[in-house]
């Protein structure tokens, strides 16, 4: 099992910044023995379905949503399996509530992958 956890949401008007953070624990000791690989940010509008924003791999590749691209950027603390993602120039068509996933690694290539609780970020006009 592993524990995901976002953190940073809020309020901002539009132009502004937010930096989003999400860490990924094991909660076992069978569990620790799997690495995180991928992380990403998803993120859901009212009456919408959860699109994909950002993710990284383990190595550093990142791919980014076209809605995003520029004005978002993913990172991430492999030490500490945490991914953060600083969004500049918000629109109000950023309101959502943003997901955090990571994805555990099993034997034979096997990907399990882990939701956090999400987070709501608003923007206003």
């Known amino acids: 099992q592993v524990r995901v956890e976002e953190s940073g949401g809020g309020r901002v008007q539009a132009g502004g910044t937010l930096t989003l953070s999400c860490s990924a624990a094991?909660?076992?000791?069978?569990?620790?023995?799997?690495?995180?690989?991928?992380m990403a940010w998803y993120r859901q509008a009212a009456g919408q379905e959860r699109e994909l924003v950002a993710r990284i791999t383990k190595e550093g590749s990142t791919d980014y949503s076209d809605s995003v691209k520029g004005r978002f950027a993913i990172s991430r603390d492999n030490a500490k399996d945490t991914v953060y993602l600083r969004m500049n120039s918000l629109k109000p068509d950023d309101t959502a509530v943003y997901y955090c996933k990571a994805d555990q690694e099993l034997p034979h290539g096997l990907l399990l992958p882990y939701w956090g609780q999400g987070t709501q970020v608003s923007v206003s006009s």
């Open positions: 094991s909660t076992t000791a069978a569990s620790k023995r799997f690495r995180i690989t991928t």
